[in-house]
Nanobody, 123 residues
Framework: QVQLVESGGGSVQSGGSLRLSCETS????????MGWFRQTPEKEREGVASIDVDGSTTYAESVKGRFTISQEPDGNTLYLQMDDIQHDDTAMYFC?????????????????WGQGTQVTVSS
């Protein structure tokens, strides 16, 4: 069983930056592909970025060029660097993992989820 704990959310002004972190525990011997998702009360959960076991990354069009997904070499900590944050980025952000070599941005591929960290963008 894999446990995921997000941190780093908070309030930020439009145009600012935040870095989200996701600590993993429980099974450190199996490589996992990982992803970041976000959700608001008005929208369904959507994929933001993912990183495969080989380091390949995928981004939603809405965050390309502004967000960067990365992880520590040991794979135990996942990051989402958020730059030039916009009001539409306000959401609860979740990290997720799956025992696949490649995941993508589809919710259904991820069985492991964290509890989320809130990001709120003010004008």
């Amino acid at each position: 069983q894999v446990q995921l704990v997000e941190s780093g959310g908070g309030s930020v002004q439009s145009g600012g930056s935040l870095r989200l972190s996701c600590e993993t525990s429980g099974n450190r011997y199996t490589k996992h592909c990982m992803g970041w998702f976000r959700q608001t009360p008005e929208k369904e959960r959507e994929g933001v970025a993912s990183i495969d076991v080989d380091g390949s990354t995928t981004y939603a069009e809405s965050v390309k060029g502004r967000f960067t997904i990365s992880q520590e070499p040991d794979g135990n900590t996942l990051y989402l660097q958020m730059d030039d944050i916009q009001h539409d980025d306000t959401a609860m952000y979740f990290c997720a993992g799956a025992r696949f070599l490649s995941c993508g941005l589809s919710n259904e591929q991820y069985p492991y989820w964290g509890q989320g960290t809130q990001v709120t963008v003010s004008s």
